[in-house]
């Protein structure tokens, strides 16, 4: 389980606020024993940065030598003190600072703000609160702007917190260390002690999570049964990821997208990560995975990769793979960018469409089945398996009509040794190719031909459907791997 201190210079600059045994001083956290650097543990550093090596500099550096998770890092704090190295982080700030706008009737030429844990309590600089907390990952910030023709940023430095007089200023800091670190601020109470903390990563706005709440709940006391405590989170909790011993993403993924920064923080910080970053990579982009298949000679559809939409490449299309035929967007999920053309001018009018949003496109042979295959793999074996029956009088196990909820066909869910073995070999075969994590294996069966259609590194795990075999053993199963996992890291830290 992880650990979490905020350092002080001394106790009495955390005298405005609620105590905390969690709460240090930097003398304190010096006589630490020796055993806390191999453990799992936050520092929030509060102390005074007024001068180069001063304490401040000090407790970043002895707790980057202890293996701690410390803000702000020692590599913060030295490019804060030059401006030609700040100024590099700031690619992409201009931008919120373009759509600044203050009241109206505002002639300020100069602001002076405050920032902590990347908040401020001026809505129209959130943005840019929240983009310098991601490139300077420290409690209190002070920023100055200037206007010269827009706005700019003429100076970025390390507050103090002993500097905070105002209570208004006061209070402020206390409710962003709440929200981020969501530890200190509760009153002591008898707390549960887990042996390791594993972070999921969930939306409740999603329309079609990999997990449903009833599932997600499952997760949580599956957790618990083996002494790991299950923390839900969400995007604005990047900056925290480093108190937890795993990441469990139950978001769909995607490269340009939040999941995948999150996964590769995370292993960066040297959790456990389902999914990896590198999963996230090969899985998403159904142009690589496609050519990963063709390459290592797993068996799928006939399948082309198409660059253009000349008369030309839909002759080669018709030609190679016959009509009706499949297109397909490389990150596409759910069905959605997925469209059946019938005809030379149905494929040479989907094929422009899509190539608006994508510059290279999937055109696949069409293979009719009456149900699509799931295999569930964890650690390169097979955890269950899932047959999807395609939407009644439709050709997809999803139909998505306008804004509403999509359409989805029945499932069954049997055994694994129900399983014919083709299926689970070349499952397992996709599989061994993309990692050891969770995979969802799709998988096309007519007569004696067995073919993957994609592998997904983010599968579905619904109450009542992927579990209707195995029950609890099925959320069972996954939390053990994580600990299994975050077993193996602990056992290389010591």
């Keep these: 389980m992880a650990g979490f201190y905020v350092v002080v210079d001394d106790l009495d600059d955390w005298a405005p606020y609620f105590p905390s045994r969690d709460v240090i001083s930097f003398e304190q956290y010096m006589a630490l024993p020796a055993a806390e650097g191999r453990a799992r543990t936050r520092v929030i550093n509060c102390c005074r940065n007024s001068r180069a090596l001063g304490r401040g500099y000090y407790c970043s550096l002895l707790a980057e030598a202890r293996g701690h998770n410390v803000i702000p890092s020692v590599q913060v704090i030295n490019d804060l003190r030059r401006k030609s190295l700040w100024s590099l982080e700031l690619e992409g700030v201009e931008a919120a600072l373009d759509r600044l706008a203050l009241a109206d009737g505002d002639q300020s030429e100069r602001l002076d703000l405050k920032v902590f844990f990347g908040e401020i309590d001026t809505p129209q600089l959130a943005p840019l609160a929240h983009q310098l907390f991601e490139r300077f990952p420290i409690p209190l910030l002070e920023v100055r702007l200037v206007r010269d023709r827009g706005w700019h940023i003429q100076r970025i430095r390390q507050g103090a917190l002993r500097d905070l007089r105002l209570e208004s200023d006061q209070e402020r800091f206390a409710q962003a260390l709440d929200r981020f670190s969501n530890r200190i601020w509760r009153k002591p109470r008898a707390r549960k002690h887990y042996r390791y903390d594993l972070a999921m990563l969930v939306d409740p706005k999603e329309k079609l999570p990999p997990s449903d709440r009833a ?280």
């Design 215 to 494: 599932a997600i709940a499952r997760f949580v006391r599956a957790g618990k049964r083996l002494s790991i405590n299950v923390q839900l989170i969400g995007k604005q909790d990047y900056q925290r990821l480093a108190e937890y011993d795993g990441l469990f993403i139950r978001e769909t993924t995607s490269i340009d997208h939040h999941t995948y920064r999150f996964a590769r923080k995370a292993a960066a910080e040297g959790l456990v990560v389902m999914d990896d970053p590198t999963s996230i990579l090969r899985c998403t982009n159904k142009v690589y995975l496609a050519d990963l298949l063709r390459t290592h000679k797993v068996p799928t559809p006939k399948t082309l990769i198409v660059s253009d939409a000349r008369h030309e490449t839909v002759t080669t299309i018709i030609e190679t793979l016959g009509l009706p035929v499949v297109l397909k967007i490389p990150d596409g999920a759910f069905s959605r960018g997925v469209v059946k053309a019938e005809s030379e001018e149905v494929l040479a009018r989907e094929l422009k469409h899509l190539r608006h949003n994508s510059s290279l496109i999937l055109a696949q042979e069409f293979m009719y089945t009456d149900y699509d295959w799931r295999i569930g793999v964890l650690n390169n074996k097979p955890l269950y398996a899932c047959r999807y029956f395609m939407v009644q009088d439709h050709w997809q196990i999803y139909r998505h009509e306008g804004g509403g909820e999509p359409d989805s066909g029945g499932f069954d869910t049997p055994a694994i040794w129900e399983v014919p073995r083709k299926v689970l070999d070349v499952a397992l075969k996709a599989t061994r190719l993309i990692g050891d994590g969770l995979y969802g294996v799709d998988i096309k069966q007519s007569g004696d031909r067995v073919v993957v259609i994609e592998v997904n590194d983010n599968p579905s795990i619904d109450s009542g459907v992927e579990d209707l075999q195995l029950g609890g053993a099925l959320y069972h199963e996954i939390m053990a791997e994580f600990l299994r996992r975050m077993e193996l890291k602990r056992q290389m830290r010591v």
